[in-house]
């Protein structure tokens, strides 16, 4: 099977980069798939600085090896339909997947060039091509206050038709219950499947305490900062924490959002010099672990959400505490996935302090929380994740076939047929499925061999069930039981 995955890809610094790698990661590990990453085209960022607070250089980002990368557009361009359009003709891929949220082509101060991204994979349905979409977040969830949007109405309207030409794919999949359950009933749309975000590795690491609290006790927040993930409240409760845990030290992760160039560098420079505070600004991949694997407690310090958290189930991977604003969006996911987490209320920096100090003097507490993070991390890995996506793929893929040999036969009948004589009609038509029987038991065999029951309701429209658990069955039988 030949994928086009269509995304910000490493070492690119946009959004979702981080997510796409993982994806292809375990792509690249089935030796039935043929991927091909379209990407962006590589650029300086001003947002996405380094420790030091310098942006990262074209000539500093070197390719990921062992990964087919085609960089074939560009951010904020209106062209950038036609390129992937172009380029995924000459391919001729089985499936185009796309891996979005609504900024992925463009910042908001740019709607034109966004909205022309975002009709990409209805464009690409049009020419033929099966595609589907990870869309990340939907509009009618997301605060665009928060998120420093202007002119909220204009850009609400022009939001849903946004959605419903991201509708137009073939299939779209969302990651959180109520993402679903919203574009089921305010869209009525029938192809929409939920799906998992999954943790990043193969196989999560275990937590290594003789690495936690030694010589002191990591707070770590990660993410992308400046709209609705903010520092603010987190540096108000850090010395907090430190007038009752005096060992604690607060990590801050991560590049600027890309429509908020230098706003963890303002904050770092308003604290005061003899905080243990260290700010590393974007997070390469291969210093991840060893960022997680010494870490006390993640912290999300948002003021708003727009979906599933990714440093969330990176927490989980590495068997690591959970602290997080108590936002709708976070919350079900933490139910949803089954994640141990403490709730603080949004801007309450006292509470914050709270539920941190309350973790970081209770051992036998972060041991708990730890252990019940890597045991949901064991359920979702990015390799079950990736599995179920692929075979709703091979499902498509032999529906499809399905269906031709079916029209194959009507074609061949209707050619043969003449409507007066009704009783030819039907010895015809025994005679036709006695010449294609041939196809037909092909036809079963390649069923079978995608694991797939032609006596069961895997060949059921699902019409807008659980699509990605319903016809993999989800490991996490908790996540599904909630679910549904």
Request: proline share 6%; hydrophobic share 40%; with cysteine.
């Amino acid at each position: 099977m030949r994928i086009c995955l269509v995304a910000t890809f490493p070492p690119s610094g946009r959004q979702l980069n981080e997510y796409a790698f993982h994806i292809a990661r375990e792509l690249q590990r089935n030796s039935d798939v043929e991927l091909i990453i379209l990407a962006d085209e590589l650029t300086e960022y001003a947002f996405a600085t380094d420790k030091n607070g310098k942006p990262l250089k074209v000539d500093q980002q070197q390719e990921l090896p062992g990964f087919n990368v085609i960089r074939c557009w560009k951010f904020g361009s209106l062209a950038t339909p036609v390129r992937l359009l172009q380029t995924i003709r000459k391919l001729k891929p089985d499936v185009v997947w796309f891996n979005l949220v609504f900024s992925s082509f463009a910042t908001p101060e740019r709607p034109f060039a966004a909205f022309a991204g975002l009709t990409t994979p209805a464009l690409t349905r049009a020419a033929g091509f099966y595609t589907h979409i990870t869309l990340h977040h939907i509009i009618e969830h997301v605060d665009f206050a928060a998120a420093g949007v202007k002119l909220e109405r204009l850009f609400r309207f022009g939001t849903e038709l946004t959605t419903r030409a991201l509708l137009r794919a073939n299939s779209v999949s969302v990651l959180l219950p109520h993402y679903h359950r919203t574009l089921m009933t305010k869209y009525a749309a029938q192809n929409v499947l939920l799906g998992t975000h999954g943790t990043f590795a193969t196989v999560p690491t275990p937590p290594d305490f003789s690495r936690r609290g030694n010589p002191d006790k990591r707070i770590l927040a990660i993410g992308h900062w400046g709209t609705y993930k903010r520092l603010e409240t987190l540096m108000k409760a850090f010395p907090l924490v430190l007038n009752r845990v005096p060992n604690a030290r607060l990590i801050v992760g991560g590049a600027n959002h890309h429509t908020k160039a230098g706003y963890w560098e303002s904050i770092r420079a308003a604290q005061p010099a003899h905080l243990p505070i260290e700010f590393r600004g974007y997070i390469p991949e291969d210093a991840i672990p060893d960022l997680f694997e010494t870490t006390s407690i993640l912290v999300l310090p948002y003021d708003s959400a727009t979906g599933s958290s990714g440093p969330a189930h990176q927490a989980c991977e590495y068997g690591v505490p959970i602290v997080s604003a108590d936002i709708p969006d976070l919350r079900a996911m933490a139910i949803d996935e089954d994640m141990a987490t403490r709730f603080y209320r949004p801007g309450d920096a006292n509470d914050l302090a709270e539920q941190m100090i309350e973790i970081l003097e209770s051992e036998s507490l972060e041991r708990e929380m730890a252990g019940h993070n890597y045991a949901s991390g064991l359920e979702m890995t990015m390799g079950n994740v990736v599995g179920n996506y692929l075979r709703w793929f091979e499902l498509h893929k032999c529906k499809s076939k399905l269906r031709h040999h079916a029209s194959h036969v009507d074609g061949d009948l209707l050619r043969s047929t003449t409507p007066s004589v009704v009783s030819k009609r039907f010895a015809l038509s025994r005679a036709m499925i006695r010449d294609t029987r041939d196809d037909q038991i092909a036809a079963g065999e390649e069923f079978k061999e995608a694991g797939f029951d032609m006596n069961t309701s895997d060949f059921a429209d699902p019409q807008g069930t659980d699509i990605l658990d319903h016809a993999t069955r989800h490991p996490n039988q908790n996540v599904v039981r909630r679910r549904h």
